[in-house]
Each structure stands twice: as C-alpha cells, then as structure tokens.
C-alpha cells in the first residue's frame, strides 16, 4: 500500500504463527476434509500445513481450501514432516496425523506447547469398545511413564530444539520413538492437560488383541537392531 506524502509508515512483519501444525498425508481423501475443518477455529494462531506424499485420489484438492500451505512431497511420513517443518513460521511444530483430533482450545493448547521445549497428549480411541479404552490408558501410562510418544499422540517440538537435531531420522518407520528417545535426553517431555482422540480402525479391522501383539512385536524388533525399512514392510503389509 502506498504512503501518504509527509507520514510515515510502519513496516509490518509478515503474520507468523504461534504453532505449526504438519499433517503428512497419502491418499486420504475419506477424511482429509473433515480433519481440516475440525482445525479451522486454530487458524487464527496457528499454521496449518498439510504434506502431501503423492497421493492419487482428491486428497490435495480437498485439503486446499482449508489449509494455510499445501506442500508436495517424495512419500514417507518423516521426509513430509521434515519438509513440512522447513517451510513453517511457527516458533513451535506440531505433528499431527490425519486421523487424530485435538481436544483442545487453541488458547489452550498455544499456551501449554509455547512455554514447553517438546511433548505429547494423553490418547483415547474412537469409540465405545471396552478393549479400545484399556489399550488408549496403557498408550498413555507407558508413554509418561517412558517419555517415549509416538505419533498419534500429536508430538510437538520447539522449532529451535528440532532444527539443532536434524529433524525427523530419515528411516521408514519409528521415527516418532527414534526422535522422542533423543529429546526426552534434554527433558522430560511435557504431557498436555488434554487427550488426543485417534482413529481406532486399525484395531478394529485387524483385531485389538492381533494389533497390539504387532505394535510390541515391532517395537522390540525395533530395539534389538531390526531395520526400519524391514518393519515398515511387515507392518503396512499387515494394515
């Protein structure tokens, strides 16, 4: 806009967001839309960006409209969330998956994340099923208990702290422990006052006793040297 003659004129910065929120996604055009706008009232203090890994269906088209940056990428979550992260404005990130909802108000939620180097929320799982309450109870004690979150849990990071590591490890699968096991060595993570609820089909169309022996079975492969991109094609051949 130009200055009128005789006045000065401020320079304004450009907006820049209190959270950056990055969601990788691949072919979900199902429940792109509605994850979205379940964001929407955060976008007043928050960034959405959503990482596209080369999906083949509607995903980009309905997620355009209700994201703020809608970035293409090569596939694999921790190459979209590293990519995510560099093009932010957010002093803190936030690493959402599409089929998890914050519960949180965004005043809230800015608060707890803003004035934390890095954390997690407790988790629930869709749905009324007793045996989906117990697991989400037993994924929260043992992520407090462990410091170790892994994504569904809508792990955040002061931008800061996640530049001076590098970002996401380049691996196929468990870069959320693989990342949470190098930050809980700085501090212990800071748990939100509220849970995250993520989608329970998984368990559901694979069975909740069958899911949960494969979720230990990879994390102990995981710990004794297995590679990732081994336990990334046993455990998206099993989805």
């Known amino acids: ?3 009128q003659r005789g006045r000065a004129v401020a320079v304004v910065a450009p907006w820049m ?6 969601i990788p996604v691949l072919n979900e055009a199902g429940i792109i839309e509605a994850c979205l706008k379940r964001l929407a009232p955060f976008r007043e203090r928050c960034e959405i960006i959503v990482v596209d890994g080369g999906s083949h269906d509607q995903t980009v088209m309905l997620a355009r409209p209700w994201c703020d ?4 990428s090569a596939p694999g979550r921790s190459t979209q969330m590293n990519i995510g992260a560099m093009q932010a404005s957010g002093t803190s990130l936030l690493f959402l998956h599409v089929d998890t909802a914050l519960l949180q108000k965004c005043d809230d939620l800015v608060e707890e994340v ?3 180097s890095w954390g997690f929320a407790p988790v629930k799982l869709s749905g009324h099923d007793w045996r989906a309450r117990v ?3 037993f994924m929260t004690w043992r992520s407090t208990f462990t410091g170790v979150a892994t994504g569904d849990q809508a792990v955040f990071i002061k931008r800061s702290l996640f530049e001076s590591f590098g970002g996401f490890a380049n691996i196929a699968l468990m870069e959320d ?3 949470s096991k190098r930050l809980r060595k700085v501090s212990r993570p800071k748990i939100l006052s509220q849970p995250v609820v993520t989608s329970s089909r998984r368990w559901r169309e ?3 006793i069958s899911t949960v022996l494969l979720m ?3 994390r102990l492969a995981y710990i004794i040297g297995v590679s990732p991109d081994t336990l990334a094609q046993h455990y998206y051949g099993k989805k």
Do not use: P, V
Request: charged share 10%.
């Open 1 to 3: 806009m130009a200055a």
């Open 206 to 208: 694979n069975g909740y």
């Open 114 to 116: 803003s004035t934390s």
């Open 69 to 72: 940056q809608m970035i293409a």
């Open 216 to 218: 230990w079975w990879l």
């Open 17 to 22: 967001a209190e959270i950056s929120i990055i």
């Open 177 to 179: 422990i693989e990342m």
């Open 135 to 137: 697991i989400a109870r």
